[in-house]
């Protein structure tokens, strides 16, 4: 478990199971720092080995989600060395290098992947104002709900700066290449409802019923279920959708299915046929030894 005390989030995990990320920093709209980066990828480590918590909800303090980069930080404040110089070849080949990992890749981009990597169910609740790396971030989260005060905003076009936190492969899996490519090149900030119509939000609440709906939801998600299965399923969704071709999802799942049958599946089988609920007993923090089976995921962020 992590020692980090978080000074940018807080972190709380109740009776039923669910996790709460809370941006924390109201005073600033929840501005993203880079030391909110290295919270937020603690943090989603944490969770994951966390086998009290069953779902991650992520929300904000204050009125707003997350507006953005915090442009009023020292230097460069997206937390680039400008007198490095690298490749993408580079990054691939040396994602570890002290030099590559804090000078070079994106802050944003460090945080989605700890968030895809992460074995719990993961939702947003946008409760006002996200815009850059507060509407980026969300795209690596299984659900998004907002809040009708939420205005939501790709607007790195507007900075003079590209797209980030890995969103040019989350935002065109969420909404299509057509919409995602309408969201970066108009760096138009969105009412709720506008980015419900295209597919980004699953569902839009009053204020006051934001958090209640997105707790509805968790517990729906996990309540009598195998966190092993669950852990995989998550994985293996994402993973499979980008395959080249569906022999690939078909060499997993064989694993998994062997793997889980061996475990929770004899429970849930045995619950079954003897019409009780079942008690898992596996947990997302012992996976089996092939997950994850794509040698990148472990690179820590």
């Given at each position: 478990m992590s020692g980090m005390t978080y000074e940018t989030l807080t972190y709380e995990v109740d009776g039923d199971g669910i996790a709460t990320i809370t941006l924390d920093r109201p005073e600033a709209m929840n501005a993203f720092t880079v030391r909110m980066h290295e919270e937020l990828i603690d943090v989603f480590g944490r969770v994951s080995v966390d086998d009290d918590a069953k779902v991650v909800i992520v929300t904000g303090a204050g009125r707003a989600f997350c507006a953005g980069m915090d442009l009023s930080s020292e230097g460069n404040?997206?937390?680039?060395?400008?007198?490095?110089?690298?490749?993408?070849?580079?990054?691939?080949?040396?994602?570890?290098?002290?030099?590559?990992?804090?000078?070079?890749?994106?802050?944003?981009?460090?945080?989605?992947?700890?968030?895809?990597?992460?074995?719990?169910?993961?939702?947003?609740?946008?409760?006002?104002?996200?815009?850059?790396?507060?509407?980026?971030?969300?795209?690596?989260?299984?659900?998004?709900?907002?809040?009708?005060?939420?205005?939501?905003?790709?607007?790195?076009?507007?900075?003079?700066?590209?797209?980030?936190?890995?969103?040019?492969?989350?935002?065109p899996r969420v909404v299509g290449v057509e919409s995602a490519l309408e969201l970066f090149y108009t760096a138009e900030i969105r009412t709720a409802e506008q980015m419900q119509e295209i597919g980004y939000l699953r569902s839009v609440?009053?204020?006051?019923?934001?958090?209640?709906?997105?707790?509805?939801?968790?517990?729906?998600?996990?309540?009598g279920r195998s966190p092993v299965a669950t852990a995989l399923t998550r994985w293996m969704v994402y993973r499979n959708s980008a395959a080249t071709h569906p022999f690939d999802a078909h060499a997993v799942?064989?694993?998994?299915?062997?793997?889980?049958?061996?475990?929770?599946?004899?429970?849930?089988?045995?619950?079954?046929?003897?019409?009780?609920?079942?008690?898992?007993?596996?947990?997302?923090?012992?996976?089996?030894?092939?997950?994850?089976?794509?040698?990148?995921?472990?690179?820590?962020?």
């Open positions: 404040v997206f937390g680039i060395d400008e007198e490095r110089t690298a490749t993408p070849a580079d990054i691939r080949e040396r994602p570890l290098d002290p030099e590559l990992l804090d000078g070079i890749r994106d802050t944003g981009g460090k945080v989605t992947l700890a968030i895809f990597r992460c074995t719990k169910p993961v939702i947003a609740a946008i409760n006002g104002p996200a815009v850059g790396i507060g509407a980026t971030m969300p795209c690596a989260m299984d659900f998004r709900l907002a809040s009708t005060k939420a205005r939501i905003g790709f607007v790195f076009g507007r900075l003079g700066i590209v797209p980030e936190a890995a969103s040019s492969w989350f935002l609440h009053e204020p006051e019923d934001l958090l209640p709906a997105a707790r509805e939801l968790a517990l729906r998600l996990v309540a799942e064989s694993i998994a299915m062997q793997q889980t049958s061996m475990g929770d599946g004899k429970e849930g089988v045995a619950a079954f046929l003897e019409k009780r609920d079942p008690e898992f007993t596996g947990k997302a923090s012992e996976l089996p030894a092939f997950a994850p089976w794509d040698e990148r995921d472990e690179i820590v962020p």
